[in-house]
C-alpha cells in the first residue's frame, strides 16, 4: 500500500519523462527484422521495452525457445509476426491477463499469408505455438475495429517479404495515429507505407542496409498525467524537456487537448513549458478513438472537475491490461462518481468526491497514474501496487513527490 504525497497548491518545476515506449519498441522490431545494428539513443527503460529486447536477443541466440511476455500486450502482438518469418519453433505466452486479450485476428492475417500458428489454449487468444519460416506476403483482411497493435505488427514484417503486403482494414479504424507511427519508422528504415482514402495500407520495399541512428522522443502519453495535474492546481508553470511538438506519436494531441482546460503550451527546442492560464471552460465531449491511452486521465480528471462528461472511443479500453473500462467505472464509483456506459461513450456525472478506502490498480499502471491526480485535492489517499508505474513510466513517483506540500 502507498499514501500519495499531499500535493502543494502551486506548481512549479521541470518534468523529467520516460522515452516513449511505443517508438522504442518499434525501433528494437526493425532492428531485429532489418539485422541491421543501427544505435537507438534514449532508449525507453519501461518494463516493456525491456522485455522486448530480453525476448528479441533470446529469439536472436537460438532457433526454439518459450517467450513470456508476461502482461505487455504490444510486445505479445509484434513478437507474434515476428515469430511467423523467423526460422524457429516459437511459443509465446503471458499471464493470466494476457490469455484472456484477444489476437485471432492478428493470428488469421498471418496464417492466410502461409504462417503455422497453433493455439495452445482457448482459440482466439494465447498462448501460440509458432513454426517460424519465410512469408512471400500478398494480400490480406484484417480487423482494425479491436487493436492498432495487429496492424503495426504486420507493417513490422511486411519489408521481410518477397512481394510487401497489401492490408485492407475491415471495421472501424481504432489508434490509428499508432499505425501511422509504425509506417512513419518503417519509413526511415528504407521501406515504404501508403495509405489510399479508405485507409488500406500498401507496403513496399524493403529495409534498408543502412538504417541510421534514432533518438527516441519523450513520452507525449506520460505528460497528461502533469498536464491534468496543472489543471488541477492553483497555479502551474512546468518546462518538460525533449517534449516536441512536431512529433510522431499521435498522443501528440494532448497540447490540444488540454488547451481549453486552460493550460497553454509553448514550445523551444528543449522542450515544452506549460503554463495554466485561465480556469477550464466547460468542456463535455471528447473522443478518444485514437487515443485510448488518455481516456482513464480525463474520466478522473472530469470527475474532480466535476464535470458532466461524455467520454467516447472508449470500447478498446476492455482489451488492455485489465478492462480498463470496468476498472474505471468501479474506482470511481469507489470516490462517489456515477457513470453510465452506452455503445462505446462513458457518460461522468458530477458528485462530492470522497475516499474512505484504497484506490485499486488491477496491475494496470494507467490506473495508477490517472488516479495518482487525486492527490492535487485530498489528502491520504492511498493506492494499491504502485510499483506497477515501471511498465511505462519508472520514475512516475519520484516525478510527482517534487510537487509535495512541506
Not at 109 to 122: C, F, N, P, Q, V
Not at 180 to 192: D, E, F, S, V, W
Not at 245 to 262: H, N, R, T, W, Y
Not at 297 to 319: P, R
Request: hydrophobic content about 40%; glycine content about 6%.
Amino acid at each position: 500500500m502507498f499514501t500519495l504525497p499531499q500535493l502543494a497548491p502551486n506548481l512549479h518545476g521541470t518534468i523529467n519523462l520516460p522515452a516513449s515506449k511505443s517508438i522504442s519498441n518499434r525501433l528494437l522490431a526493425i532492428r531485429f527484422l532489418s539485422q541491421n545494428d543501427f544505435e537507438i539513443k534514449n532508449l525507453s527503460t519501461s518494463d516493456d521495452t525491456v522485455l522486448m529486447e530480453t525476448l528479441l536477443a533470446e529469439m536472436q541466440e537460438c532457433r526454439s525457445a518459450e517467450l513470456d511476455c508476461e502482461n505487455a500486450g504490444t510486445v505479445f502482438r509484434f513478437l507474434t509476426a515476428i515469430c511467423a518469418i523467423t526460422e524457429g519453433n516459437w511459443t509465446l505466452t503471458g499471464c493470466a491477463q494476457m490469455q484472456k486479450r484477444p489476437i485471432k485476428p492478428l493470428v488469421d492475417a498471418l496464417k492466410s499469408l502461409g504462417a503455422t500458428i497453433e493455439y495452445l489454449g482457448e482459440d482466439g487468444f494465447p498462448p501460440l505455438r509458432i513454426q517460424g519460416k519465410t512469408l512471400e506476403g500478398g494480400d490480406i483482411k484484417i480487423d482494425s475495429s479491436i487493436s492498432s497493435q495487429f496492424i503495426s505488427a504486420l507493417l513490422l514484417i511486411a519489408p521481410c517479404m518477397k512481394n510487401g503486403l497489401n492490408i485492407t482494414l475491415d471495421g472501424e479504424h481504432v489508434s490509428l495515429p499508432y499505425i501511422q507511427m509504425t509506417a512513419n519508422l518503417i519509413h526511415k528504415a528504407g521501406a515504404k507505407a501508403n495509405f489510399d482514402e479508405q485507409g488500406n495500407i500498401k507496403i513496399e520495399g524493403l529495409y534498408t542496409d543502412e538504417i541510421p541512428a534514432f533518438t527516441v522522443e519523450a513520452d507525449w502519453t506520460s505528460a497528461s498525467y502533469f498536464y491534468a495535474l496543472a489543471v488541477l492546481a492553483k497555479e502551474a508553470d512546468l518546462f518538460i524537456p525533449n517534449l516536441q511538438k512536431d512529433s510522431i506519436q499521435g498522443d501528440a494531441i494532448v497540447a490540444e487537448l488540454f488547451d481549453p482546460f486552460g493550460i497553454k503550451t509553448r514550445f523551444t527546442e528543449e522542450g515544452a513549458q506549460i503554463t495554466k492560464c485561465m480556469r477550464p471552460e466547460d468542456v463535455s465531449y471528447m473522443d478518444f478513438t485514437n487515443h485510448p491511452d488518455l481516456a482513464q486521465t480525463m474520466a478522473v480528471l472530469c470527475a474532480m472537475l466535476g464535470l458532466e462528461a461524455d467520454l467516447s472511443g472508449v470500447e478498446t479500453l476492455k482489451y488492455k491490461e485489465t478492462d480498463r473500462l470496468l476498472a474505471l467505472r468501479t474506482e470511481l464509483k469507489k470516490i462517489g462518481i456515477r457513470t453510465e456506459y452506452d455503445e462505446g461513450s462513458l457518460l461522468i456525472f458530477p458528485a462530492n468526491i470522497y475516499v474512505n478506502e484504497p484506490i485499486a490498480t488491477y496491475n494496470d499502471h494507467r490506473m495508477a497514474m490517472a488516479f495518482s491526480l487525486l492527490s492535487a485535492r485530498l489528502n491520504d489517499i492511498q493506492i494499491e501496487n504502485p510499483e506497477v508505474v515501471s511498465k511505462s513510466f519508472p520514475g512516475y513517483w519520484e516525478e510527482l513527490r517534487k510537487f509535495e506540500m512541506v
